[in-house]
């Protein structure tokens, strides 16, 4: 089948741009944003999903501010033309890999957005994530990520709340391939139970923004690390792609201080060591926490990524942050709103976390057992 897209010397192989190259049900191309105003008085997530084989498209926006997490949902049939935009929320890419625009439209749920990311940084590649469990291939993904300002607008019920992009930055990533999404399918393989050890904490201070990615199994055996500093533009025309001004860390070293009885940071404390010994000390100091169900993730209970919802459905949620059960699956997938200090520097960021099942080094047990 033909699309638009085809128009373009952009295909990586002689299949037309909207044949995906798996019938995998899982396949999947999304977008995700945060944003978060420097003192923490709000912070806001956004994303939006393709899921060819399911024929799903779904977007959310959220913001956490006054103590509760507002979000606004929209899933569809997915258009053949890869258009991103399903009921009031869609995204346009200004200038790629530079300037994103995310829009949610004046709607019967009272939340509306105009907002614009642009670059503080390159878009930087992770590491790819691939896993193989029995022999069966079960995640295997690209993952682009950048850190940059938020600039508009959002109105929650009427109160208008203005996004200053001296004082609100974020991160924005676009990742594609395959991992689990939407109902899962039957197999004869026996059950097990999930585990995983998930960080993310992509940091913005004043002069520099510093990154940290990792996957670790349940003895503390680490199977992905990315840990950078990472420089900001030269300039509004500097490069954004093609180059690598990025530095490695040889070693990177962590502790968590979990808040009592929930699997959530409090504190945390990094340590980033150059290849040439020189090493990097970055405290971090929860905020609040954002439940990323907000947008979907965590196997919402109805706006679980890749869910059908027919040609079109919307929805709204709002709910306090002291009334999240921490102890609920679709709860455990958070962003922890966190102030960095690294030396003089005082910063932003968050720190991702989706930690189920044990995990020796940190002391969990059990499934969603607190921590000891």
């Not at 991103?84 to 346009?92: D, K, N, Q, S």
């Not at 990520?145 to 924005?172: K, L």
């Not at 050890?197 to 940290?212: I, K, R, S, Y």
Request: aromatic content about 10%; glycine content about 10%; some cysteine.
């Amino acid at each position: 089948m033909l699309t638009p897209f085809d128009d373009y010397p952009i295909h990586a192989s002689a299949d037309p741009i909207a044949h995906p190259a798996t019938g995998d049900p899982n396949h999947y191309d999304r977008y995700f944003f945060n944003g978060h105003e420097r003192d923490g008085a709000f912070f806001i997530g956004g994303a939006m999903g393709h899921y060819p084989v399911r024929g799903v498209i779904d977007a959310a926006f959220s913001i956490v501010i006054d103590g509760v997490e507002h979000s606004v949902f929209a899933s569809g049939m997915m258009p053949f033309d890869r258009k991103t935009e399903i009921g009031p929320l869609r995204v346009e890419v200004t200038e790629p890999m530079r300037t994103i625009r995310f829009v949610v439209e004046p709607n019967e749920h009272g939340i509306s957005a105009d907002l614009t990311f642009r670059a503080r940084t390159v878009a930087l590649e992770e590491p790819r994530q691939k896993v193989v469990r029995d022999g069966i291939q079960v995640m295997d993904h690209t993952r682009l990520t950048q850190w940059g300002t938020w600039e508009g607008t959002i109105t929650v019920d009427d109160v208008e709340i203005v996004v200053d992009p001296a004082r609100v930055t974020g991160t924005r990533d676009r990742s594609w391939g395959m991992r689990p999404v939407g109902t899962a399918f039957e197999t004869n393989r026996p059950q097990t139970m999930p585990s995983a050890f998930w960080l993310w904490a992509p940091l913005h201070f004043d002069d520099v923004c510093t990154h940290l990615a990792l996957h670790e199994h349940p003895d503390g055996n680490r199977w992905l690390q990315s840990a950078l500093i990472v420089p900001l533009l030269d300039g509004p025309d500097a490069p954004t792609y093609g180059v690598d001004p990025t530095r490695e860390m040889a070693e990177l070293h962590y502790d968590i201080e979990w808040k009592p009885g929930r699997r959530e940071a409090q504190r945390a404390t990094l340590r980033l060591k150059e290849h040439s010994g020189e090493e990097h000390v970055i405290q971090l100091e929860t905020l609040y926490t954002f439940r990323m169900r907000g947008i979907g993730y965590s196997g919402h209970p109805k706006w679980g990524h890749g869910s059908s919802h027919g040609e079109l459905e919307t929805g709204r949620e709002s709910i306090a942050l002291d009334d999240f059960d921490p102890f609920t699956p679709s709860s455990m997938h958070i962003q922890n709103v966190v102030r960095a200090t690294w030396g003089d520097r005082v910063g932003v960021g968050v720190l991702e976390q989706a930690t189920f099942g044990p995990h020796a080094p940190t002391g969990l047990t059990g499934f969603l057992d607190a921590p000891a």
